[in-house]
C-alpha cells in the first residue's frame, strides 16, 4: 500500500513517516500543500495523510481541487489542531473521508488508515505471503504448505513486522520498538521470542524462511537449510 503524507511540520512528518514505514507502507511526503497536490495528481496513491494547515494552499483547497478539478477519489485522513464541529464538517465537505485532531496516537492513525483501506477496497482480505508461508491478518491464521500453524500474540505480531519487510533485514531495534514500544523488557526476550517462532514456522519444514543476520538483526526470506 503506498500512502502520501502531506504535512509541514518535520516532527510531525518524521514520526508518521517512520511509524507508517515499520508498518509496512510504502511513503512518500510533501511539505507544503502545492507539492502535495503535484504528488496526488500525477503519482498513484492507496490514501493520503493531509494536514489542514500547510504553506501555498491549505489543506482544505488542496482536497477541493484534487475532488473537482482532478477528479481522484483518493481516499483522505485530515490531521489538524482544530477540534470544533465546523471545522470537522468543513473538512468533510471538502471531500475528506476521516479526521484526526492533533496530538493523536499514531497507533489510531494506522487503525483510521486500516479502517478506510477495508472500506475502500470493498473490504477486501488482507493476507502475506513469503514463499510457502502464508498469514491472513484478518483471521490471524497462518498457515505453511497448507498446514495451519499456531503462534501467539508476540508470535504473530513478530511475523507480521518480518512479513511485510521481507525479505529486508529488520534491525533488533525496529522490532523490539514494534513488539514492546519504549518499554523493553530486561532480559533478551526477542532472541527467546525469535526461538518460538523459527520452531513454527521452520522447524517441521524442508526449507528455512527464517534467518538471523548477526551483528544486525533477522530476515524472513527463502534459502535451503543446507546451504
Given at each position: 500500500m503506498r500512502i502520501l503524507v502531506i504535512e509541514d511540520n518535520r516532527d510531525i512528518l518524521a514520526n508518521v513517516l517512520d511509524y507508517l514505514q515499520l508498518k509496512g507502507y510504502t511513503v512518500d511526503c510533501a511539505q507544503d500543500g502545492l507539492s502535495g497536490l503535484h504528488l496526488a495528481v500525477s503519482e498513484h496513491y492507496d490514501l493520503i495523510v493531509l494536514?489542514?494547515?500547510?504553506?501555498?494552499?491549505?489543506?482544505?483547497?488542496?482536497?477541493?481541487?484534487?475532488?473537482?478539478?482532478?477528479?481522484?477519489?483518493?481516499?483522505?485522513?485530515?490531521?489538524?489542531?482544530?477540534?470544533?464541529?465546523?471545522?470537522?464538517i468543513k473538512g468533510l465537505n471538502s471531500g475528506a473521508d476521516d479526521y484526526l485532531v492533533k496530538p493523536f496516537a499514531l497507533s489510531e492513525l494506522v487503525a483510521r488508515i486500516e479502517a478506510i483501506l477495508r472500506r475502500s477496497q470493498g473490504g477486501s482480505r488482507h493476507q502475506l505471503q513469503v514463499a510457502d508461508l502464508s498469514y491472513d491478518l484478518d483471521t490471524l491464521q497462518v498457515s505453511r504448505q497448507g498446514k495451519q500453524l499456531k503462534l501467539n500474540p508476540v508470535g504473530l505480531k513478530l511475523l507480521e513486522v518480518l512479513m511485510r519487510k521481507s525479505p529486508a533485514v529488520v534491525r533488533r531495534s525496529v522490532l523490539e520498538e514494534a513488539l514492546w514500544g519504549e518499554e523493553l523488557p530486561d532480559s533478551d526476550s526477542l532472541r527467546s521470542h525469535v526461538h518460538q517462532?523459527?520452531?513454527?514456522?521452520?522447524?517441521?519444514?524442508?526449507?528455512?524462511?527464517?534467518?538471523?543476520?548477526?551483528?544486525?538483526?533477522?530476515?524472513?526470506?527463502?534459502?535451503?537449510?543446507?546451504?
Open positions: 494536514d489542514i494547515m500547510l504553506p501555498g494552499i491549505d489543506g482544505y483547497q488542496l482536497c477541493q481541487r484534487l475532488r473537482d478539478d482532478a477528479q481522484r477519489d483518493t481516499p483522505i485522513i485530515m490531521l489538524t489542531a482544530r477540534d470544533q464541529l465546523d471545522d470537522r517462532l523459527r520452531q513454527v514456522i521452520d522447524k517441521p519444514f524442508a526449507q528455512t524462511l527464517l534467518q538471523t543476520v548477526h551483528g544486525l538483526g533477522y530476515c524472513l526470506a527463502e534459502r535451503n537449510k543446507d546451504v
